[in-house]
């Protein structure tokens, strides 16, 4: 599938690192670092502005090498940008750590996965089915 892409950053298009991969680095496009403190957040901006098809979506989603070794995730996950989203993607970013994390223009902030969703029509109803878990909550299925 072919989407268009304008890219204001200094950076090459985002790209799948492998033939199996589901998702494609974000790199931040900063003109100064950005220091965020511990259970800081801050909005890092790609410089990517991109026209998805009608019936797509991109999920922005965190990286695992930065939460593993820099305690850094993405809040809002998985982060949605929708098929009549024409501004630039930006990352919102919150360091977990307890100390200081710098993010550098460049830096790979997150990862961008391209689904195919479906949108429903409500059918309103007095009555559902019942299943054998029905309503039993968090965690239910776990129990013996």
């Known amino acids: 599938m072919q989407v268009k892409v304008i890219n204001r950053s200094r950076h090459a298009l985002?790209?799948?690192?492998?033939?199996?991969?589901?998702g494609m680095d974000l790199r931040a496009a900063l003109d100064n670092s950005v220091v965020l403190q511990p259970m800081e957040r801050a909005l890092i901006p790609t410089g990517l502005f991109i026209e998805?098809?009608?019936g797509y979506e991109a999920q922005i989603r965190p990286r695992s090498g930065m939460a593993i070794k820099q305690g850094i995730t993405c809040l809002n996950t998985p982060g949605t940008i929708d098929a009549d989203y024409r501004g630039e993607i930006k990352v919102i970013l919150i360091n977990l750590s307890a100390e200081p994390q710098t993010?550098?223009?460049g830096d790979?902030?997150?990862?961008m996965?391209?689904?195919q969703v479906t949108q429903i029509a409500w059918q309103p109803v007095s009555d559902i089915e019942t299943t054998e878990r029905n309503t039993a909550g968090f965690g239910?299925?776990?129990r013996l």
Do not use: K
Request: glycine share 8%.
């Open 140 to 142: 239910s299925t776990g």
């Open 103 to 105: 993010i550098a223009d």
């Open 14 to 22: 985002p790209q799948y690192a492998t033939p199996g991969s589901s």
């Open 52 to 54: 998805l098809p009608a």
């Open 113 to 115: 996965v391209i689904q």
């Open 108 to 111: 790979r902030i997150a990862q």
